[in-house]
């Protein structure tokens, strides 16, 4: 083994990375063929793909380039009830940028060593991960891995230095591993995103939604519950994560992240605190205010509890199209239920 590889795994060992493989960076020509058969009956995700700006050939983003270093980041989720009035999000996102910031101080191994480095590059990172031998896809579209089940954040370095290959064990043809006759995560899905075949169907998946600046579909909105920013419903579900626990231990600032009564109250004066905290906390991609406040609006309507009627009054007036409407939903859905109960109280 190189002294240059058996650097790298010591010092990303005491990062916290639990699995660190090095393969050739070379094009997936099996996955691409998987996303064009797909694509071609599924025009969001086809859209989705490249907007994105996914490339498949490595020397595309980085030229000379000869290897991949692969690294999962595991990580236990959250519980799922959150304090009282607080909208949940995904522990994955809390992991990610904390992993990516570990990937790229492991990544100054090799820039110290004079070598040229891209960490999480614009490249297919599941079917990388996959690729090294590190999991296997399950039916829900998620890399499953025997210890740490999906719970996992990917990270990557795309570099020219040259390693001692790692055997993956895989065959060629393996992309797709399904899961037996399991099918709990498709059966699970409120919106049915999931196929039988491991696809999901972008238009239909929550969590698409929470990272998007668009109305979310009226039928679609009850399901969403109090999630602010994730959907773990097909993760919860699964029985290679049982084993994973969660994190009890969870700091409170984290749980208590989005108020949803604070996050009504601030609309006007402006949500700079707010966002600032959500940055620091899980990266400024998903400190946004709008979408913050939009999906905010819907955990309140969720909810069930009147006192956010008079917010929601005010955010009515909000000029952006998805507050506006999910106001409206939220308020609507408050206000019949204050009537429905006024009526059953003798």
């Known amino acids: ?20 493989k090095f393969i050739p960076a070379e094009p997936l020509p099996l996955f691409e063929a998987a996303m064009a058969q797909r694509t071609a009956s599924d025009a969001e995700t086809k859209q989705a793909w490249m907007q994105k700006g996914i490339r498949l050939e490595p020397r595309e ?6 290897s991949l270093v692969v690294a999962i980041y595991p990580y236990a989720p959250y519980p799922q009830k959150f304090p009282s009035g607080m909208g949940t999000f995904s522990a994955h996102y809390r992991y990610y940028p904390e992993g990516r910031e570990k990937m790229e101080r492991l990544a100054g191994i090799l820039k110290d060593a004079g070598y040229l480095t891209a960490v999480n590059p614009l490249l297919p990172i599941k079917a990388i991960v996959q690729q090294a031998g590190i999991g296997s896809f399950g039916r829900n579209g998620l890399l499953i891995h025997p210890e740490y089940g999906s719970y996992m954040t990917f ?18 043809q393996q992309f797709y591993s399904g899961c037996s006759d399991c099918d709990r995560c498709l059966r699970a899905c409120p919106t049915g995103a999931i196929g039988e075949n491991g696809t999901v169907h972008l238009l239909k998946c929550l969590r698409q939604y929470m990272l998007s600046e668009e109305i979310v579909p009226e039928a679609f909105r009850i399901f969403m519950g109090p999630r602010i920013l994730g959907c773990e419903i097909c ?33 006007k004066s402006g949500m700079k605190a707010l966002t600032e905290r959500v940055a620091a906390l899980v990266g400024e991609n998903y400190a946004r205010a709008q979408r913050i406040l939009s999906t905010s609006i819907i955990a309140a309507g969720n909810s069930g509890n009147p006192d956010y009627v008079s917010l929601l009054e005010e955010t009515v007036n909000h000029p952006h199209p998805p507050i506006k409407a999910h106001s409206l939903w939220a308020l609507a859905k408050l206000t019949q239920q204050t009537s429905n109960s006024s009526k059953n109280v003798p």
């Open 1 to 20: 083994m190189s002294s240059l590889k058996e650097k790298i795994l010591v010092y990303g060992k005491q990062l916290g990375f639990k699995e660190l």
């Open 61 to 66: 983003i980085l030229p000379g380039a000869m």
């Open 155 to 172: 990270h990557i370095i795309l570099t020219n230095a040259i390693f001692p290959y790692d055997e993956t064990g895989l065959l060629p």
């Open 235 to 267: 993760q919860r579900c699964c029985p290679e994560n049982v084993k994973c626990g969660v994190n009890t231990t969870a700091p409170i600032e984290e749980l208590t992240l989005f108020n949803i009564q604070q996050i009504l109250q601030s609309h």
